[in-house]
């Protein structure tokens, strides 16, 4: 089973800065199959990036997602007053479970 | 409009059942594996079972093997997930959520869940 680690666990930023998000991987995986949420409270999630560095369809472009082997990341440039909200990173692989890290909270500082 | 529209929720006895559904609308479903993820209270998303396109293969999260059933009804474009003998750390929002498919030329097919629906609340409480 694939553990995924997010960090930091809270991440403070202002508006218009950029946010840079963790998500380890217990092994190497292939960037094919890890995907990125964000939830806002009482909503659902929502697919971000797919294939650690697609832009989902409304996906804005200070969105972007890269990495490979065991290390991925999420960039926020430029942040903007709806982008505070709860991200997740998932590994949806050949073999379940399709295990989700825990998440990072990004706050307005 | 492509939507997923869960159902079923409520506060139910520890050791007790419930069966969630799942209504798609504005795509084929029977066409997509479809999945199931709940989120505790406070807590992180954690995915719970899926079902390939025509119901002939299913996968849970070990926590729910044996307890827990998904399944399907393509005709009527809807997902199922059967909860029995439920315990205390089963409460949470369940999502349903479409697995859509993408294809690389080396790796082959591979997928993530591009369509969510709002969640159905369980509480499992005496």
């Known amino acids: 089973e694939i553990v995924l680690t997010q960090s930091p666990g809270t991440l403070s930023s202002s508006p218009g800065e950029r946010a840079t998000l963790s998500c380890r991987a217990s092994q190497t995986v292939s960037d094919i199959y890890l995907a990125w949420y964000q939830q806002k409270p009482g909503q659902a999630p929502r697919l971000l990036i797919y294939g650690a560095s697609i832009r989902a369809t409304g996906t804005p472009y200070r969105f972007s997602g890269s990495g490979s082997g065991t290390d991925f990341t999420l960039t926020i440039s430029g942040l903007e007053p709806e982008d505070f909200a709860v991200y997740y990173c998932q590994h949806y692989g050949t073999s379940p479970p399709h295990t989700f890290g825990q998440g990072t909270k990004l706050e307005i500082k | 409009e492509v939507q997923l529209v869960e159902s079923g929720g409520g506060l139910v006895q520890p050791g007790g059942s419930l069966r969630l559904s799942c209504a798609a609308s504005g795509f084929t479903s029977s066409t997509y594996w479809m999945s199931w993820v709940r989120q505790a209270p406070g807590k992180g998303l954690e995915w719970v079972a899926n079902?390939?396109?025509?119901?002939?293969?299913?996968y849970y999260v070990d926590s729910v093997k044996g307890r827990f059933t998904i399944s399907r009804d393509n005709a009527k474009n809807s997902l199922y997930l059967q909860m029995n003998s439920l315990t205390v750390e089963d409460t949470a929002v369940y999502y349903c959520?479409?697995?859509?498919?993408?294809?690389?030329?080396?790796?082959?097919?591979?997928?993530?869940?591009?369509?969510w629906g709002k969640g159905a609340t369980v509480t499992v409480s005496s």
């Open positions: 959520a479409r697995d859509q498919v993408g294809w690389h030329l080396r790796l082959g097919y591979y997928y993530y869940m591009d369509v």
């Open positions: 079902i390939k396109e025509d119901g002939s293969e299913k």
